[in-house]
């Protein structure tokens, strides 16, 4: 392996000595478009609910906001529900366009369209990637089979709109996705196809989004693209040039800023966020025993405890982790004036399943958000093994506990680097074994490679039952106290729900475990249901005990089954 300091090369440069964009004075506002409710929600790790997202919809149109991405809605059922909420429901303004991302991919552009339909004004964003390192690796093509993957979308883009049956004006938006990754010439050809293949016009642009992926480059050579792509596409009149600033180097600012002094007309980006707070200082680590003491050590045990220093006598006090959790008369408010959270009362003792049951929107996801510390309460106490969870480190908090989510997010890489990202020390039996035991491994199974099977871009070559058994397995690897599954379960057929559901039980023995599921016949076997209605805890009992009461959980075991099979469930 080469020393560190030999791997990389340098960035390219483009060959732009006229460059003109250091000359250049910013005049006007640019157009704005937010990407918050999807790249920004998707950055973290544990997503909005569809209250949340709700709520930063309001908010961003009254920051005034005319552009609004508002997620993937071809990705997952959650993505999908909150399209049609804010549609459904009249939460758009008529003067705001809400914006959905797609992949070039036909089955999603036409979820996508169903999505959609009944909407007042709507930019379709699709997207496919076309950098060096993307065609090589992961499709595995040239550059004319990337441009006919993104012609191919937008001919059945332009097809689906002219076959619409409805009010809906259609705007359209292309990205060649990892553009500072792509060869400039490539870039500006395989736009200049898309804008003919949909006919876009200067009366009705094709708006052209360039995104800076993982800050390739600084911010200079990034403004040099632009430039070059500006002046060299053969259709520029019937282009809007967008910008996609990411800030992986803190440099996010200074490319937007450049990249509309080389011509850009529209900024494509998160709003910025205060950087998180952290202020504990009991930390998780090590340990052996010696007798009735616990004593810290380097060596990996499978032993865990909470390191905790006392301010005023400067002793060292370590206390096992078993994962035992208490919410005590908990208030929380994403504002102080709006509480959606009142008097939260729980006690999940170590080793317990505990599941949450209500419709959408109750409050279920984010009283799980509250055990991550991702919010701060308003009022009340959070003791994790007896310990104040704001004294607790965050990362370490949060190294305790193993999330599964509806939403699944892979990573461009092997099925086996996906799964070691549980625990980065495993070895590969260890990730195995943890595949096999929630039954990941008939996916590896079913690949050319196995586990050293590239997954594609986000997993796009998998289905996405077949995502959530890796982010699965993933979990388990991690070896945590406590797991978190929200809705885990909720995007993959039967027959494997009731695989996962076999190993679940296995694994979570054992482990405090709290679970959230729209099919309530997955959590009949909980130690403990809390059923929340309007933020708050109003049943709560074993699922025998819940149904004799005939309140509310027995209302919507009902509502969810059919006849013949509520007569199953209900026994």
Excluded at 157 to 174: A, M, P, S, V
Aim: proline content about 3%.
């Amino acid at each position: 392996m080469k020393p560190s300091f030999e791997k990389y090369i340098p960035f390219k440069q483009i060959n732009l000595p006229d460059r003109q964009w250091p000359n250049n004075t910013i005049t006007k506002a640019p157009i704005w478009c937010s990407v918050d409710l999807r790249d920004g929600n998707q950055a973290l790790v544990d997503p909005m609910n569809l209250e949340e997202k709700l709520e930063f919809f309001h908010a961003l149109c009254d920051m005034g906001f005319k552009e609004i991405e508002i997620g993937f809605p071809s990705a997952s059922e959650t993505e999908y529900e909150i399209c049609r909420e804010l549609i459904e429901n009249n939460h758009i303004p008529d003067d705001v366009t809400i914006q959905v991302l797609v992949q070039a991919r036909e089955h999603l552009i036409r979820k996508t369209f169903e999505a959609v339909k009944g909407a007042k004004n709507v930019i379709v964003h699709f997207y496919n990637s076309t950098s060096t390192l993307q065609r090589k690796v992961v499709f595995k093509t040239d550059m004319d089979g990337v441009i006919k993957i993104a012609v191919d979308g937008a001919k059945l883009i332009k097809q689906l709109t002219d076959e619409y049956d409805g009010d809906t004006n259609f705007r359209f938006e292309y990205s060649p996705e990892s553009f500072s990754g792509t060869e400039p010439e490539n870039a500006v050809e395989i736009c200049d196809r898309v804008i003919e293949a949909l006919g876009s016009t200067a009366e009705n642009k094709l708006i052209v989004n360039l995104p800076n992926t993982v800050e390739m480059c600084t911010p200079n050579t990034y403004a040099d693209q632009i430039e070059y792509f500006a002046r060299n596409l053969k259709h520029r009149d019937a282009a809007i040039i967008s910008i996609h600033p990411h800030n992986d180097r803190g440099c996010g600012v200074a490319t937007a800023e450049m990249g509309i002094l080389a011509g850009a007309d529209r900024i494509f980006k998160l709003l910025d966020e205060k950087p998180e707070v952290d202020d504990g200082y009991v930390t998780l680590v090590n340990v052996r025993k010696e007798g009735d003491r616990l004593v810290e050590t380097e060596k990996k045990t499978g032993m865990w405890a909470w390191k905790y220093t006392h301010s005023i006598t400067g002793e060292t006090e370590y206390r096992e982790l078993k994962g035992a959790l208490v919410m005590d008369d908990v208030d929380f408010g994403y504002t102080d004036d709006k509480i959606v959270l009142h008097n939260i009362d729980l006690y999940a003792e170590p080793g317990q399943k505990i599941a949450f049951v209500g419709s959408t929107g109750a409050g279920k996801t984010t009283i799980t958000n509250l055990i991550n510390r991702f919010y701060d309460i308003q009022d009340g106490k959070i003791r994790y093994d007896d310990i104040n969870v704001n004294k607790i480190k965050k990362a370490d908090l949060r190294r305790s506990l193993g999330i599964v989510l509806q939403d699944t997010h892979l990573f461009t890489g092997t099925v086996m680097e996906n799964i070691r990202y549980g625990r980065l020390d495993a070895t590969d039996e260890e990730v195995k074994a943890a595949a096999r035991a929630v039954h990941a491994d008939e996916v590896a199974e079913k690949l050319d490679k196995g586990y050293d099977s590239d997954v594609g871009e986000g997993g796009d070559r998998l289905s996405t039952g077949e995502k959530q058994l890796l982010s699965f397995a993933r979990a388990v690897l991690a070896d945590p106290a406590i797991f978190v599954l929200d809705e885990a379960t909720s995007s993959i057929d039967t027959k494997t729900e009731q695989l996962i559901q076999q190993a679940t039980d296995k694994l979570l023995k054992g482990r405090t475990s709290f679970l959230i599921a729209h099919r309530l016949s997955t959590i009949r076997n909980a130690d403990l249901i809390l059923v929340v209605r309007d933020g708050k805890i109003v049943e709560q009992g074993r699922h025998l005990e819940l149904l004799e009461k005939k309140g509310y959980y027995y209302q919507l075991v009902r509502q969810q089954f059919a006849d013949e099979e509520s007569r199953k469930v209900l026994r």
